[in-house]
T-cell receptor, first 115, second 115 residues
Framework: GAGVSQSPRYKVTKRGQDVALRCDPI?????LYWYRQALGQGPEFLTY????????KSGLPNDRFSAERPEGSISTLTIQRTEQRDSAMYRC?????????????FGEGSWLTVV | AQSVTQLGSHVSVSEGALVLLRCNYS??????LFWYVQYPNQGLQLLLK??????LVKGINGFEAEFKKSETSFHLTKPSAHMSDAAEYFC?????????????FGTGTKLQVIP
């Protein structure tokens, strides 16, 4: 597609439910990032994929969070047993090359509210 | 490890006045530096980037930033603020770590433009 597409844009879920957030990167981009942004904060790194390989997951806050990119394109960030503290904007970004100064392009994000 | 410090979470300027948003970075290797802007209810949009070419970088909407290695700074400026510049601005540093470009964001500066 023309840009990074994320869905859903807005998600309200009850505490304890699982949620899955989807990211469709720019076509051909090999690098994919997930970030989380709380209100009043900057984007916080969660995880990085190079093609289908999850190369860095050091930013995932705990084992309730997981991500996959099975075919090296679309990625899903899953949060199990959601808690109110998980409420935030979840941003996906992609880039065409893993080791250059090229720009990373962000999607519009998925707002998650856990009630 | 790399990090970004944005001085001032909120900056107010009068319409037509100089805009100066401060960013200092820390990186153990030569970095790439970016400024992103976030308008209300929109995604992160790239304003400009430094990738080791010219130290003075010009971006969109009349913004520019100067890379100063001796000061480890990458401040964003615009000679004359416009009402439409009101937004949140994020500085980011990117450098190779673990075989990929890890991108770290600052906490953001909200710019208010007073008529």
């Amino acid at each position: 597609g023309a840009g990074v597409s994320q869905s859903p844009r807005y998600k309200v879920t009850k505490r304890g439910q699982d949620v899955a957030l989807r990211c469709d990167p720019i076509s051909g981009h090999v690098s994919l990032y997930w970030y989380r942004q709380a209100l009043g904060q900057g984007p916080e790194f969660l995880t990085y994929f190079n093609y289908e390989a999850q190369q860095d997951k050091s930013g995932l806050p705990n084992d309730r969070f997981s991500a996959e990119r099975p075919e090296g394109s679309i990625s899903t960030l899953t949060i199990q047993r959601t808690e109110q503290r998980d409420s935030a904007m979840y941003r996906c970004a992609s880039r065409d090359s893993p080791v250059s100064g090229n720009t990373i392009y962000f999607g519009e994000g998925s707002w998650l509210t856990v009630v | 490890a790399q990090s970004v410090t944005q001085l001032g979470s909120h900056v107010s300027v009068s319409e037509g006045a100089l805009v100066l948003l401060r960013c200092n970075y820390s990186s153990s290797v030569p970095p790439y530096l970016f400024w992103y802007v976030q308008y209300p209810n929109q995604g992160l949009q790239l304003l400009l980037k430094y990738t080791s070419a010219a130290t003075l970088v010009k971006g969109i909407n009349g913004f520019e930033a100067e890379f100063k290695k001796s000061e480890t700074s990458f401040h964003l400026t615009k000679p004359s603020a416009h009402m439409s510049d009101a937004a949140e601005y994020f500085c980011a540093v990117s450098s190779e770590s673990g075989g990929y470009q890890k991108v770290t964001f600052g906490t953001g500066t909200k710019l208010q433009v007073i008529p």
